[in-house]
């Protein structure tokens, strides 16, 4: 195997308690702590080759060259890693996900997670997870959260070298199950990055971070006992926060569709009726719908009923990003 090529796999995550808001924007340290789940089923596959002769970097993804201002973002990152690693050249990165990417779905947090693992071992840099994390974390905040494995928090930290994610608990913890009701998978218009830099302009966000320690405590407790009336109160609020954070900004933000807005009231009357379900809803109008093993079916005859639900994707809790025998 040559010591310039490594592929890793690593999973998209779903934040339980949401990141929003950068307080410092080029190193991405988070303007509050969040926690999330690994989702199993889907993942991203990363191999890349450094090779002294490139003068740029490449990048594939999913069969198709990538330019423009994504290969941009992914070569700025690798200038972290080049220097880290005191390497010249370029990489030629290959990348597949078995997802819908730019759907909500934090396809940036799977790609980022194996781009760093897989990159870093290629340069011969062999950093634990904690110094993966933080670096993943430069790449695209979410990104610390799909390094370690299972139920992920990551820490607001004080600087550059305490912000990043740890397991809390394994994926065995608790057989939760995430049905991803896709709406719609068109690439979204605002990108994450654009709206972390708008969150502070919401009168809302204040308030929604001064909350944020309440939340996660309350959030990390009942996943570590499993309550999940508990969880479901708190992941709605969380998630409704912050979006209402996103209507209020300056320009606004609004990326809930019809279809959105009906999953919500559906889950909400559900879960009075008894059903363990509960919904939480990223940057995009794909919403998540939450619940335990035992609830699966009823939860999908649920969401399969709802008019503008075009798909649903399913994932159980999922490991840490990891390394694969070469592909390439
Ligand atoms: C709404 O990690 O995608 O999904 O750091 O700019 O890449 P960048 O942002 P990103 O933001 C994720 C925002 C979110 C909430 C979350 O996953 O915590």
Redesign the pocket.
Known sequence: MSPDTATALAHP???F????G?RD?TL?L?ANG?L?MNLGRLYTRTTVIWDENLTEDSLTLNGAAVSGPALQRVSAFLDLIRAQAGRRGGARVVSETNFPPGA?L????AA?AALTLAATHAAGLELDAVALSRLA?R?????C?SIPGGFVE?QVGTGDADSYAISIAPPQHWALVDLIAIVSAEHKSV??????ALASSSPFQAARLADAPRRLDLCRRALLTRDFEALAAIVELDSDM?HAVMMTSTPPLCYWQPATIAIMHAVRAARARGMAVCYT????PNVHVLCPEAERQAARALLTGIAGVQQILESEPGGPARLLPNRL
Do not use: L, T, V
């Not at 934090?106 to 947090?109: D, I, K, Q, T």
């Not at 990108?191 to 972390?196: A, K, N, Q, Y």
């Not at 809803?281 to 995009?284: E, K, L, P, S």
């Open positions: 995550n779903i934040a308690i949401k990141y929003w950068n924007a991405r988070p969040s999330s909500g934090a396809s940036s947090a980022f974390r790449a695209s905040g979410s990104a959260r990551w990108g994450s990055s654009e709206g972390h912050m809803i990223d940057a995009g």
